[in-house]
């Protein structure tokens, strides 16, 4: 049975920083792509960043370009989203998602979000001015 746990989510001011983390079981990080979607209130769920089984690639939507990092551990079946330089647009419930890859992270991230067939439940980012 795979479940994905996400944390590391919570309120932050404008400008700061947060590290989400997402502990998968029943998942083999290197075979599966990894991602982070994010949703907020009245808005579509869309791609933040994707990366890779094996991590050497990796997919960032223009949003996230430049102020958040993916990362990943297959040893510890842990995905990581270093998120920099919050403004209030990155409000959302952030989710973590896999998929036994079938094909490239710029796919999976700029496709529908139905792609990838596990989830977590998401965690709350609040970044407040």
């Known amino acids: 049975q795979v479940q994905l746990l996400e944390s590391g989510g919570g309120s932050v001011q404008v400008g700061g920083s947060l590290r989400l983390s997402c502990a998968a079981s029943?998942?083999?990080?290197?075979?599966?792509?990894m991602a982070w979607f994010r949703q907020a209130p009245g808005k579509e769920r869309e791609g933040v960043s994707c990366?890779?089984?094996?991590?050497?690639?990796?997919y960032y939507s223009a949003s996230a370009k430049g102020r958040f990092t993916i990362s990943k551990d297959n040893f510890k079946n842990t995905l990581y989203l270093q998120m920099d330089s919050l403004k209030p647009e990155d409000t959302a419930m952030y989710y973590c998602?896999?998929?036994?890859?079938?094909?490239?992270?710029?796919?999976?991230?700029?496709?529908?979000?139905?792609?990838?067939?596990?989830w977590g439940r998401g965690v709350l980012v609040t970044v407040s001015s």
């Open positions: 029943g998942v083999t990080y290197s075979v599966y792509t």
């Open positions: 998602a896999a998929d036994l890859e079938k094909t490239g992270p710029i796919q999976y991230c700029s496709g529908p979000w139905q792609q990838f067939e596990y």
């Open positions: 990366t890779s089984s094996s991590g050497g690639s990796a």
